[in-house]
Nanobody
Framework: QVQLVESGGGLVQPGGSLRLSCAAS????????MNWYRQAPGKQRELVAA???????NYADSVKGRFTISRDNAKNTVYLQMNSLKPEDTAVYYC??????????WGQGTQVTVSS
């Protein structure tokens, strides 16, 4: 079992920045990858950024150059630094962990709203 707790969402103006955090507990040493997804109203959940066990990263084209996924192993926390935010980035952001067995775990989600 892996438990994920997200924080850091909120309201920000276009062009602003936010940093999301995802603290993992439980069987965290059996995690294969940590990822951030988002879901906007009326849209499907989409992968935003991925961080593999080996440290490789992948980003959705829409956020490349603006978002950065990283981790602090000592704190068992994964971050999503979001810069140059746009109104279209407005969504509920979910932290996701994929166990080595392939089982996915999800956080509760945190709302990010980009609006003037």
């Amino acid at each position: 079992q892996v438990q994920l707790v997200e924080s850091g969402g909120g309201l920000v103006q276009p062009g602003g920045s936010l940093r999301l955090s995802c603290a993992a507990s439980g069987s965290r040493f059996s995690i294969n990858s940590m990822n951030w997804y988002r879901q906007a109203p009326g849209k499907q959940r989409e992968l935003v950024a991925a961080l593999s066990r080996l440290g490789t990263t992948n980003y959705a084209d829409s956020v490349k150059g603006r978002f950065t996924i990283s981790r602090d192993n000592a704190k068992n926390t994964v971050y999503l630094q979001m810069n140059s935010l746009k109104p279209e980035d407005t969504a509920v952001y979910y932290c996701n962990a994929v166990h080595l067995s392939g089982v996915p775990y999800w956080g509760q989600g945190t709302q990010v709203t980009v609006s003037s």
